[in-house]
C-alpha cells in the first residue's frame, strides 16, 4: 500500500495551497476507506486536520482549520485533496494522509507526508 502526498511547498501568509494524495495497493476499493490528513510541526504531537468519509458526502475538520481548508476525494482517480485557503504560519508542518477501511477503528495505511511552510 502506498500513499503518495504532494503539493506542499513555502507560501506566504494568506496565500493558498492544494495538497494531493495518491493511493495505490489497497486491498479494498479505494471509495470505501476513509481519508484523513493530519499534520505534524516541529517540536510538537502529530494532530488531525480533517477527514472525508467513503461516501464523500461527510467530512470533519479540525476547529483551527474550519473554514479555511476543504477536503475532497476523486475515487476514480484513487485521489484525496485538500484545499488550504488564508494559510497562516501556525499551519506550517508536514502534512500526511492517511487511510482506514470502513469500519475500521484506527488508520490502518500512512503516507510520507509532503512539507507544507507559510512565511509571515
Known amino acids: 500500500v502506498q500513499l503518495q502526498a504532494s503539493g506542499g511547498g513555502l507560501v506566504q501568509a494568506g496565500g493558498s495551497l492544494r495538497l494531493s494524495c495518491a493511493a495505490s495497493g489497497l486491498t479494498f476499493t479505494f471509495s470505501t476507506y476513509t481519508m484523513a490528513w493530519f499534520r505534524q510541526a516541529p517540536g510538537k504531537e502529530r494532530e488531525f486536520v480533517a477527514l472525508?468519509?467513503?461516501?464523500?458526502?461527510?467530512?470533519a475538520y479540525a476547529e483551527s482549520v474550519k473554514g479555511r481548508f476543504t477536503i475532497s476525494r476523486d475515487n476514480a482517480k484513487n485521489t484525496v485533496f485538500l484545499q488550504m485557503n488564508s494559510l497562516k504560519s501556525e499551519d506550517t508542518a508536514v502534512y500526511s494522509c492517511a487511510a482506514k477501511h470502513v469500519g475500521t477503528a484506527r488508520y490502518n495505511y500512512w503516507g510520507q507526508g509532503t512539507q507544507v511552510t507559510v512565511s509571515s
Open positions: 472525508i468519509r467513503s461516501s464523500g458526502s461527510s467530512t
